[in-house]
């Protein structure tokens, strides 16, 4: 049984429902939806998966968003509509509140969180939230996170913004209780095993990169960025830049590689430039024409990533059938199909 979170945006109501099927979540009329795995909230060491998507492309990204999600009860929230002015969507379990965003609309990520942190006197909160990019309706903007998480790259940014959402704001809440906590904590500590032989490791530290985790791992984004010619700094510079507007930096390396190899010339002042084409960007469209929206077949039941487990160990053999038949009855008590 899935809880399903549906904002309407146009008349700013809400209604939360159950239902078994997920596939039923209505994706017309570009529909936005936000999925955290059925097993998050629970402290699985790894499991941290959030899926963004519409009717037309899906994303994924790591953190803690899709953990608090779970936490506040929510397996998915669904953003129905467009909101006539900028709004900030806050949930505390089962008290929602559409509030005014006006203020924020040009903010940046971090001054976003500032500014939402004091308006709600607390620290405790997860947020995500488009920068100026998306609000300029770059087909490349993206959904930020906290410790520079991203998705949607594809045109979900983009259409958060044309829904004037500017964030999504979760209150932080204590873990679910799972259906068998011993056998979880035997769970987990048998994958932390596998994952690293390091000791006195912190798995749920808050300045881990993701929940559940205490790789960190490095960022992948710099390596394509250099591909394209840049040094170690000008790829830093680059991603950094990225972060604060919210676009991504990969494509952006991409157009800057491409308009200096079109008009044979040098880029003297990145900020400057970038300013331009968020501020111009028709003009320097036709450097990302092949960066817009790409239609992929939403399924939510890929197998390596259907409980919400990191991509990394799917790839390295760390979690098997056998263990997630193990895990999902740990936490829900019933046998879920693989």
Known sequence: MRKILYINLKNKKVKSVYQYDEHKINLSNNNLVFEAPSLAGYGVVGLNKLKVYDKNSLSQTGGHFAHFMKCNGYDFLVFEGESDTPIYLYIDKESVKIKEASHLIDKDYDKVVESIKEELSTNELEIASIGLASVKKIDFSKIIFRNNKSC????????????????IVLKKQKNLIPYDISTLKKYNDSIAKKITNKSNVNWYDENNTCYGCCLNCKNTSLGKIKGYGFSEKEASDINKISNFYGLDSVTLAKGIDTYKKTFDTEIVDLENFIEDIINNYSYYKPLFINEGKVIKKNKTSQDCEKLGFCKLLMEKDII??????ILAKSILGVSIAI
């Open 152 to 167: 949607g790259k594809k045109g979900l940014g983009k259409l958060m913004a044309d829904k004037n959402i500017k964030a």
């Open 320 to 325: 098997n059938d056998k263990d997630k038949k």
